[in-house]
């Protein structure tokens, strides 16, 4: 069996630049990893992707909101989560579970039973072996967003980015609530940190955590 890392944090917080980083480490000490994110990861999720994302849906309620959600990561877990992990690759994921707790329960406030029940419905029994939360002010990760937003050529994906502070001040506490009550499964970096001195910390902090079996014998 493989390993199954995560990382989450609020928008802008950095994780997908550092997620790239640490599979780019992993490929060259030798492990074989699977890059992947939620929403999304595989054709059809990337639909609800598209669906959930889309700033011209700011009537979706916050149940709606809850079950594509749930829907995306039960086929992403069927067609890529299991299959990677099965075939002993380092699974590194862009969001995961645990952005459903912070973002719909603490963000949304739907009951923590409603969304416990569907997670474990479309996780199949599968949870993180390691979580890294990129920890940062959601002003800051905030303005980042924002940047990145207007920079890019590609669809708005702005939904949530337009959000009020408040709700991202939620979503933000939900992690750090969850990153405390599982401590041994979370890792925190600090996300206010430089590119290259966040990536050094991830690095030190997950490579002795992998199970040196993994490593492709050359
Ligand atoms: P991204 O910006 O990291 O690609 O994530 C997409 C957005 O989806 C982000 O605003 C957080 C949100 N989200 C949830 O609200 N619940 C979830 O379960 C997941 C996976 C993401």
Redesign the pocket.
Known sequence: MGYFITFEGV?GCGK?TQIKMLSDNLLKLGYSTKLT???GGCKISDKIRSI??DAENSGMSPLTELML?AAARAQHIEEVIVPSIESNKIVLC???SD??VA??SYGRGIDISIISTLNSYACQGITPDLTVLVDCEPSLGLMRARKRIEESAGPREER?ELETLAFHNRVRKGYLQLASEQSDRFLIVDGSDTIEAISAAIATKVLPRIPEKLRAVC
């Open positions: 928008e997908t994110r939620e929403p959930l994302l959600y862009d969001r995961f952005a459903t973002y719909q949530f």
